[in-house]
């Protein structure tokens, strides 16, 4: 298999050691079917067994190796080097997130964020087993299914101007989630995930530029989703207002 020869422009950053990131070139000999994450296992595996970042499956489906790739939010296990024409691809740590080292980055606020909307099946009561499961009819399955694939990747997050700006903001991920359940027939847990929505920080944070649904390597569409939310919670607004006290 004949090879081609690329030059990797890798950022290298110790917090606390070095005081600027610097970025780092390696050249790597690749064959045709080599992504970008390849790349990266070879170099920490037979050039410099000092740089650092994530990864776990290699199949699109962990959601780890979110980088940026030529600064664009990828999955390195997805981006092909053959993709790319220049022969120089510079690779950094997904953006708007702290790095922990070269190109790893801290995630521990966006799990913060995804824990406040409650991403999991609340229920008032639960049927005994012996009733048997809860269920559903293609077209509930249908309502919320489209927001099921989100793998936590990121990329959305690194996309999103006003996570950018405001890093307060919920994000992309966790409010699609959160109507992901909220369109769950068999979920009961709204008025739960009510107050991280429609804090100032939630879902009217959003101005629908709409790259998070871009980036998503899995079709999820946040931009729709939050719009949902906004559109959703602005009835149950209008609902607590109008409504005599009783039939709320």
Known sequence: MSERTVSLKVTR?????????????????????????????????????????????RMGV????GMMVNGEPRLTCSAFLREFDSQEIRI???????????????????????KSVSPWIIRDTEKDPSEGEYLQSPKQLDAYHPFTACINCLLCYSACPIFGLETDFIGPAALALAHRYN???????SAARWNAINDHNGAWQCTFVGECSVVCP???????????????????????????????
């Open 183 to 189: 369109e769950d027939s068999r979920d009961q847990g």
């Open 218 to 248: 899995k079709s999820v569409d946040p931009a729709a989703a939050i719009q949902r939310l906004k559109v959703d919670t602005a009835k149950q607004w209008v609902r607590s207002v109008l409504l005599p006290w009783g039939q709320k």
């Open 92 to 114: 950094e740590p997904l953006a708007h997130f702290p790095v922990i080292r070269d190109l790893v980055i801290d995630m521990s606020g966006f799990l913060d964020k995804l």
């Open 13 to 57: 950053y110790r917090p606390g050691q070095d005081s600027t990131p610097t970025a780092q070139s390696y050249e790597v000999a690749y064959p045709d079917d080599w992504v970008v994450l390849d790349a990266l296992n070879f170099i920490k595996d037979h050039v410099d067994g000092t740089l650092s970042f994530r990864w776990s499956c």
């Open 62 to 65: 962990c959601g780890s190796c």
